[in-house]
C-alpha cells in the first residue's frame, strides 16, 4: 500500500518549515519506547539485556504523550521492547493520533490479533510488523519456530479489519540478495510495504558474528536492487536512502533526527547507541556533543547504516536538492558502476563502554524511589493509625 499523499505532504511541509525558520537540528521521527520487555529474545537485539527491575518498568501514558508534545515530531515510531505488552498501549496510539501524529507501531506481532480491538482504523496509525526474511530465515533470526506463520497471520487479520500494515526488516551477514528478493516478493504478494536496514552492532547483542561491514552492506543492496528490476517492491523510504544504501550517496549520520526517549530519559546520542540520557527534550538537543558521533568520527559508529541516523539526512538532502532527488526516482538505484568515496576512519575516537554504568545509576533510582514509595506508605499507615 503506498504512502498516502496527505502524509508526504504534512511531513513536506514539516520539512520547509524548519528550513525557512533556520533551523540547524530538529527532530523528524520520535523513537518512542516505552518498555524494554520482549515476548522474544532475537539472537541480533542489544535491546533486552537488562535486569528484571528495568525490563519491568514502564513509561506512563503521560510520559509518552509529554514527550511527542516536548519533541514536536511529525512521525512517532513505537519499538520496544514488544509494545504491545504495554497495558495502556492502546491509550498511548490513541492519544498520539488524537494528535495527529503519524504513528508506526512496530510489532513482532505474536499479540497483534489478540489486541486488535485496541486500536481503530486511522490514516495516522500504521502497523510496523518486524520479519527478518521468509520463513526458515526469519524464525531461525528470532530464535523461535512458528513466529513467521503468527506473524503473517495477524498482518492478514489486521489488513482485513482496515488497518495499514507495512513490514521492517533488519538485514545481517549471510542473507543472501536471492533470498531477500523472494522475501520482497512475498512482501508484494502480501500487500504490504517494506522497510529494511542493515542490523545495528549492538555491543551487547549475544550473536556478534553476522553484522554487515559498510562495504558488505553496498553490495548486498546493489544487488537485491538488481534482482528487483522491474519489479513493484514497495520500499517505505525515500530514493535517496535507497541510493545510500546501494553505495551511491556519500552521507552523513544525522543522529538528532531521530531521537530516543525511553525509560532511561532522552537517550544520547540516537536510538541505538545510549551513551547517557537527558532529562527534556531540549537537554538533549542542547548538551549532546554532535559532533563527535558518527562514521568516521566515533568507533561505534564505523560500519552503520541503519535507517535511524540516514533516512533523516536523506529527507532533508531530498529537500535541498530536489533535482537529485528527482533523479534518482526516474532513474531507479543505480547497481554498476563505482561507488561514492567511503568515509575515513583514521581519526575516529576509540569506543567508551558505559553500558553497565548507565544500568547500575538507573537500578539505584529504582531502589531509592522505591525506598521512598515504601517510607511515604508507612508513613501515612502509621498516620491513619495514629488517628484511628
Known amino acids: 500500500m503506498p504512502i498516502p499523499f496527505f502524509k508526504e505532504l504534512r511531513i513536506g511541509g514539516y520539512l520547509v518549515k524548519q528550513k525557512l525558520l533556520g533551523r540547524k537540528r530538529y527532530p523528524l521521527v520520535l523513537m518512542l519506547e516505552p ?4 515476548n522474544l529474545a532475537c539472537a541480533g537485539c ?37 509494545p504491545l505488552i504495554h497495558k495502556d498501549i492502546g491509550a ?50 528470532v ?4 513466529v513467521f506463520d503468527k506473524a503473517v497471520s495477524a498482518i492478514k487479520a489486521a489488513k482485513a479489519k482496515g488497518f495499514t500494515v507495512n513490514v ?15 522475501f520482497l516478493d512475498f512482501c508484494t504478494e502480501l500487500g504490504v510495504g517494506v522497510s529494511m536496514s542493515p542490523g545495528y552492532a549492538y555491543e551487547r547483542a549475544p550473536d556478534q558474528e553476522h553484522f554487515l561491514n559498510r562495504t558488505k552492506t553496498k553490495r548486498l543492496f546493489r544487488d537485491v536492487f538488481a534482482l528487483g528490476r522491474g519489479k513493484k517492491w514497495n520500499f517505505m523510504h525515500s530514493g535517496l536512502f535507497l541510493d545510500f544504501l546501494a553505495g551511491n550517496q556519500n552521507f552523513e549520520c544525522t543522529p538528532w533526527g531521530m531521537p530516543a526517549r ?22 538533549l538537543m542542547e548538551t549532546t ?76 533510582e529504582i531502589r531509592r524511589d522505591e525506598t521512598l514509595a515504601a517510607q511515604a506508605k508507612a508513613a501515612a499507615q502509621q498516620k491513619t493509625s495514629t488517628a484511628a
Open 289 to 364: 556533543d554532535w559532533d563527535s558521533y558518527g562514521t568516521g568520527k566515533y568507533e561505534k559508529c564505523a560500519n552503520c547504516m541503519a535507517h535511524c541516523g540516514y533516512e533523516p539526512t536523506a529527507a532533508i538532502a531530498s529537500l535541498s536538492n530536489p533535482l537529485k532527488a528527482m533523479w534518482v526516482s526516474l532513474r531507479g538505484i543505480r547497481t554498476k558502476g563505482p561507488m561514492a568515496p567511503e568515509i575515513d576512519l583514521s581519526s575516529q575516537r576509540p569506543a567508551q563502554y558505559i553500558f553497565s554504568e548507565q544500568v547500575q545509576k538507573k537500578l539505584s
Open 143 to 146: 530464535s523461535q519456530k512458528g
Open 46 to 82: 542489544g535491546k533486552i539485556d537488562y535486569p528484571d527491575a528495568i525490563l519491568n518498568r514502564r513509561m506512563s501514558v503521560k510520559e509518552c504523550l509529554d514527550a511527542a508534545d516536548e519533541c514536536g515530531a511529525p512521525m512517532v515510531a513505537i519499538p520496544g521492547g514488544e
Open 92 to 141: 498511548i496510539v490513541k492519544g498520539l493520533v488524537a494528535r495527529k501524529k503519524f504513528v508506526s507501531l512496530c510489532t513482532n506481532a505474536l499479540l497483534l490479533e489478540k489486541k486488535l480491538h485496541l486500536f481503530e482504523p486511522s490514516p495516522y496509525l500504521f502497523f510496523s510488523v518486524h520479519l527478518d526474511g521468509l520463513r526458515e530465515h526469519h524464525d531461525r533470526s
Open 262 to 283: 525511553n525509560i532511561f530519559g532522552w537517550q544520547k546520542p540516537c536510538y541505538l547507541l545510549g551513551e547517557g540520557y537527558a532529562k527534556t527534550f531540549k537537554e
Open 35 to 38: 518498555l524494554f520487555r520482549c
Open 168 to 182: 521492517n526488516a533488519t538485514i545481517f551477514d549471510g542473507h543472501s540478495a536471492e533470498e531477500i528478493a523472494k
